[in-house]
């Protein structure tokens, strides 16, 4: 993400080159990224034969929540891992989430802002 947040789009090939990871390594990492939606895949159009051509950029919801905490100084940003965020949650007892019925995990949190 930090490659990415001049916001220019980039090909997977621009990124692999600038992040020195594995070409599987960076798939993984951008599909994560692309289904939590804070990176966007766009399809960009061909001129001849081949495959499609995806760019990769920042999610317009990334940029405006960005945008958003610049503007107004009051909002605050606080980081806290998920163990932590476990240790005070009140619907959480042992992994088993009141709340969600089931395992507690990062992507089943409702306290998560997404």
Avoid at 66 to 72: E, G, I, P, R, Y
Avoid at 77 to 95: A, H, I, M, P
Wanted: charged share 30%; glycine share 8%; aromatic share 8%.
């Amino acid at each position: 993400m930090a490659i990415l947040r001049d916001g220019k789009h980039r090909t997977f090939r621009q990124i692999l080159s600038e992040v020195g990871f594995s070409h599987n390594t960076l798939r993984q990492h951008l599909d994560e990224l692309v289904d939590r939606g804070l990176v966007a895949r766009r399809k960009e159009p061909r001129n001849g034969p081949g495959r499609r051509l995806f760019t990769y950029g920042l999610s317009k919801s990334v940029t405006e929540r960005a945008v958003s905490a610049l503007l107004n100084p009051s909002m605050g940003w606080v980081t806290v891992s998920f163990e932590d965020l476990r240790r005070y949650c009140k619907r959480e007892k042992g992994g088993y989430c009141k709340e969600v019925r089931g395992r507690c995990t990062p992507f089943s949190c409702s306290q998560i802002i997404r």
